[in-house]
């Protein structure tokens, strides 16, 4: 079971870094992503990254801003957020691909986490 963590409420500018456990048996050769929901919105890619870490995907609101990485001995996926607005409010989710690698689209993802919320305040 996955399991995300790390929201919050913070200011525009500001930074979070949110976390996400996944059982090693079901990760350790799979690509990883997280997503995001902001309220009446559909849920949306923000970032992926390969079984090995190699390889890593952003969407376009977060390029340049998020990086996703992986601790292999931990079996954990990080989202470092920097520079936060108002508009990266949202539940932001965790999951795992179906393949090493980790595309942009939810049907890629078999297991997803729990929400966790964060707040970006001006």
């Known amino acids: 079971q996955l399991q995300a963590s790390g929201g919050g409420s913070v200011q525009v500018g500001g930074s979070l870094r949110l976390s996400c456990a996944a059982p090693?048996?079901?990760?350790?050769?799979?690509?990883m992503g997280w997503f995001r929901q902001a309220p009446g919105k559909e849920r949306e890619f923000v970032a992926s990254?390969?079984?090995?870490?190699?390889?890593?995907l952003y969407g376009d609101n977060v390029q340049g801003r998020f990086t996703i990485s992986r601790d292999f001995a931990k079996s954990t996926v990080y989202l470092q957020m920097n520079s936060l607005k108002p508009e990266d409010t949202a539940v932001y989710y965790c999951?795992?691909?179906?393949?090493?690698?980790?595309?942009?689209?939810?049907?890629?993802?078999?297991?997803w986490g729990q929400g966790t919320l964060v707040t970006v305040s001006s």
């Open positions: 090693r048996r079901t990760s350790s050769n799979n690509g």
């Open positions: 999951a795992v691909s179906r393949r090493s690698y980790a595309g942009r689209g939810q049907t890629d993802y078999n297991y």
């Open positions: 990254i390969s079984w090995n870490g190699g390889n890593t």
